[in-house]
C-alpha cells in the first residue's frame, strides 16, 4: 500500500520521461507507466533475486543512503517470523509482520529494478534526462521510505517526517520542471525543423512539381 500510494502521487516521472522519448525521432519504443507498474508487480510476486542485486545497484546511484534502510527491510521480514518485536533502521516497529516487511521490500526491489532499466534505455538517447530521471526515482525512493517511517512514528515525530518528505517533494516538482524545459525546447526544435522544411519546399515549389511529372513522363515511355 505504502508503495502504491507513493508510485500514484510521483508517477508523472515515468510518464513525462517516456512521453519525451517518443517524441524523439528512432527512438526506441519505451513501455509506458502501466506497463512498468505491472513489470513492478510481477517482481514482488515472483520475487527473482537477480532483481535484489540490479536494485542495490541502481539505489547506490541514486540514493546511496538507503541501502542500508533496504537491507533493514529484508533482515526485518526474515528476523520477524521469529521475533514479537520487528526493529527497522534501529526503531522499534511495534505491530509489523515479518511477511509485511517482505512485502514492503520486494515492492521496494520491484520499483527499483524497473526504474532502473528505464534509466538505463533512456541514457542511451539523452543522458541528460536520464540523469534528471534518475535524480527524480532517488527522491522518490526517499519519499517512500520517510512515507514508512510516518506511518509507525508518533504524533510528535510525524509533523518533521511530514516537512522532510515536502522538502523530497519540492526537490522533484523543480527536477520536473526541468524536465519539462526541455521538452519544451525539443518540441520547439522539432517545429522550428518542420517550419523551416515546408517554406523550403514553398520557396522550390516549381521545381519540385517539375521533377514529379518528368518522374511520371519517364516512366511511362519507358520500354516495357
Known amino acids: 500500500m505504502v508503495a502504491r500510494s507513493v508510485a500514484f502521487a510521483l ?3 515515468v510518464a513525462i520521461a517516456v512521453r519525451a522519448s517518443t517524441q524523439e525521432p528512432n527512438a526506441q519504443e519505451m513501455p509506458n507507466p502501466q506497463a512498468m507498474q505491472m513489470q513492478a508487480q510481477r517482481i514482488m510476486q515472483e520475487r527473482p533475486r537477480e532483481a535484489e542485486a ?4 541502481f539505489l547506490m546511484l541514486v540514493a546511496p543512503s538507503l541501502v542500508a534502510t533496504l537491507d533493514s527491510l529484508k533482515t526485518g521480514s526474515i528476523s520477524g517470523e521469529n ?3 520487528i526493529v527497522v533502521d534501529g526503531v522499534p516497529q511495534p505491530g509489523l509482520s515479518g511477511r509485511w516487511l517482505g512485502d514492503q521490500y520486494w515492492a521496494e526491489v520491484g520499483q527499483l529494478t524497473v ?8 541514457n542511451r538517447r539523452d543522458s541528460v ?3 534528471l530521471v534518475g535524480k527524480m526515482f532517488g527522491l522518490e525512493a526517499n519519499a517512500r521510505a520517510q512515507q514508512r517511517a510516518y ?3 508518533s504524533e510528535s515525530n510525524r509533523a518533521a517526517i511530514r516537512k522532510q518528505i515536502e522538502a523530497l517533494i519540492t526537490q522533484h516538482f523543480d527536477l520536473e520542471d526541468q524536465l519539462r524545459t526541455r521538452e519544451v525546447a525539443d518540441i520547439e526544435r ?4 518542420v517550419r523551416a522544411e515546408t517554406q523550403r519546399r514553398r ?3 516549381a521545381e519540385f512539381i517539375k521533377f514529379a511529372v518528368d518522374d511520371i513522363i519517364r516512366d511511362a515511355i519507358r520500354p516495357r
Do not use: I
Open 203 to 205: 520557396d522550390k515549389r
Open 115 to 122: 526504474q532502473f532499466g528505464m534509466v538505463q534505455n533512456l
Open 54 to 57: 540490479a536494485a542495490r545497484a
Open 129 to 131: 534526462r536520464a540523469q
Open 83 to 85: 521475533q514479537p518485536l
Open 190 to 193: 522539432r517545429l522550428a525543423d
Open 11 to 13: 508517477g508523472f516521472t
Open 151 to 153: 506511518r509507525s512514528a
